[in-house]
Every structure is written in C-alpha cells, then in structure tokens.
C-alpha cells in the first residue's frame, strides 16, 4: 500500500532547461507536502513545501506545485544545473495527530553539463 | 556539531546477533524519527518520538525492533536476532516538533546482515 508515489525512478535532463519531478498521493487527508533531496552517501537535506492551502510555492530556481483534485504535486528546478544532480523524495503528511511523513521511492534526477 | 549525527556509519553483523545503532539529534529537537531506506525503495517511517509523549511505533516491522530515546536527546535503535531482510540504510532526523517544522535527516547508518 503505497501512499506516495514517484512512477519515475529516473531523469535526464540537459544543463539550463526545466527538471520536473513528479509525485502522486492517495490520502485525500494529507495535507503538507515535502521534496528532499539525497547525495549518496548522505542523508536527505530538505529542500522545499507546501501546504495544502496553496497551489504553489516558490524558493529560487525551485517551485513546487500541489493539484488537489489530482492528488499531484510537482517540483519544478529552473534552470537546471549539474549540482542538482541527486535523488529528490516527495512526502507527505498530516499536521494533526503525528507528524510523521509518508515518503516516496525517489526520483534520481542527472542533470547533463 | 550543528547536525544530526549518527553511529556507526556502517555496520556489518552476522544473522541472528543484536544490534544498536545510535543517534544523537539537533540539540533543543523535541521530534525524533527513525526512518530506513532498502536498496531500491523509498524512506519507511519506523517509530516517531516526541517529548515525553508515548512512541508512535506504528512503523516497526516485527517485535524484533525496539527504540528508546533517554532524556529527551539520544536515541537508540535496536535490532534483536538481525536477519538479511533488515539490510539498509538506517537515518534519524529530528525536528522542532512544530507541525510544519523542517526535519533534518543524519548521514545514516549502513547496516548489512551476512
């Protein structure tokens, strides 16, 4: 019973254009959503959020899109760069009761000089 | 240091001993998580603690996981009679235990059962 989805496992994409992540969820009641990023080797460092009051946020070259009615979120990275190389996680939770965070099995996105 | 950190780094053990691995999360963090990644899958939720509020150990796969965290700061994960299926990635985070509060994920711990 997989919550949070990421159906792609991989992505490639050239230096300066658009990485678009993306992440579907089941539970109609999760209502904050998260994207981390991993390197090898460490552990995942936050990257970015949302509420489920907004549609979109935004934090420099990172933007973040939440479709309710689709249960889809998206992260958008513009324009891409070869340190954004790494594996991105989308969670998702609730911010009543426990606060622990569903996550998915992560995108591992190259970004190609 | 600043960060959350965690020990050992990497363990190697023989199936059927015990095994603990430590974490020692952001100082003035009340949340503390353990989470753990298999080869090829996503971050599993195992036990959540917050303050002096009872575990949410919802996540622990079998009887054979148990966790404690002492006074309120360090956290120990224990894996009794360990067997292959529990190989992974073993990673804390801590957070400030405000609902939206960010978490901050330790290097985690590589743990292979032989």
């Known amino acids: 019973d997989q919550q949070v989805k990421q159906n792609s496992p991989s992505l490639s994409v050239q230096e300066g254009r658009i990485s678009i992540l993306n992440c579907d969820y089941t539970?109609?009641?999760?209502?904050?959503f998260l994207w981390y990023k991993k390197y090898p080797a460490e552990g995942p460092t936050f990257l970015i959020s949302?509420?489920?009051?907004?549609d979109k946020n935004e934090d420099g070259r990172f933007t973040v899109f939440l479709n309710k009615s689709a249960k889809h979120l998206s992260l958008h990275i513009v324009p891409s760069q070869p340190g954004d190389s790494a594996v991105y996680f989308c969670?998702?939770?609730?911010?009543?009761?426990?606060?622990?965070?569903?996550f998915g099995t992560g995108t591992r996105l190259k970004v190609l000089a | 240091g600043a960060g959350v950190s965690q020990s050992p780094s990497n363990k190697v053990t023989e199936k059927g001993k015990d095994v603990e691995l430590r974490c020692d999360p952001i100082?003035?963090?009340?949340?503390l998580y353990w989470y753990r990644q298999s080869l090829g899958q996503g971050l599993e939720f195992l036990i959540y603690?917050?303050?002096?509020?009872?575990?949410?150990k919802s996540g622990l796969p079998s009887d054979r996981f148990s966790a404690e965290r002492t006074g309120g700061s360090v956290s120990t994960l224990t894996i009794q009679r360990t067997q292959q299926e529990d190989s992974a990635v073993y990673l804390c985070?801590?957070?400030?235990?405000?609902?939206?509060?960010?978490?901050?994920f330790g290097q985690g711990t590589r743990l292979t059962v032989v």
């Open positions: 949302i509420s489920s009051i907004k």
């Open positions: 100082s003035g963090h009340t949340a």
């Open positions: 985070a801590s957070s400030l235990g405000v609902r939206t509060g960010e978490t901050f």
């Open positions: 539970n109609s009641m999760f209502d904050y």
């Open positions: 969670a998702a939770g609730l911010t009543s009761g426990t606060y622990k965070y569903i």
């Open positions: 603690f917050q303050g002096n509020s009872a575990p949410d």
